[in-house]
């Protein structure tokens, strides 16, 4: 059974950074696509970030220049990285894993206060 569990989310002053963790269980990441979406109060989820298995990201234009996504696949483990938050960066944060199926954690919660 694949499990994904996010970590690191918390409260934050504008400016500031968070680092999340995913740590997948269950399967090995290595030849999977993760990704990081975030979904605002009363709003979609949305897509944030995209790593390949080749190690290619992509991200939304709202976050380029702050955001970095990375993996770890010794760790079986993705991060994002993310600097100089803005209150509009609130949101629960969903990590993704695209290999035969698609596979969603539980979120967790990122709140940036002006």
């Known amino acids: 059974q694949v499990q994904l569990v996010e970590s690191g989310g918390g409260l934050v002053q504008a400016g500031g950074s968070l680092r999340l963790s995913c740590a997948a269980s269950?399967?090995?990441?290595?030849?999977?696509?993760l990704l990081w979406y975030r979904q605002a109060p009363g709003g979609q989820r949305k897509w944030v970030a995209t790593?390949?298995?080749?190690?290619?990201?992509a991200y939304t234009d709202s976050v380029k220049g702050r955001f970095s996504i990375s993996r770890d696949n010794e760790k079986n483990t993705v991060y994002l990285q993310m600097n100089s938050l803005k209150p509009e960066d609130t949101a629960v944060y969903y990590c993704?894993?695209?290999?035969?199926?698609?596979?969603w954690g539980q979120g967790t919660q990122v709140t940036v206060s002006i």
């Open positions: 993704k894993l695209e290999s035969d199926r698609w596979y």
């Open positions: 790593i390949t298995s080749e190690g290619s990201r």
């Open positions: 269950g399967t090995v990441i290595a030849r999977s696509g």
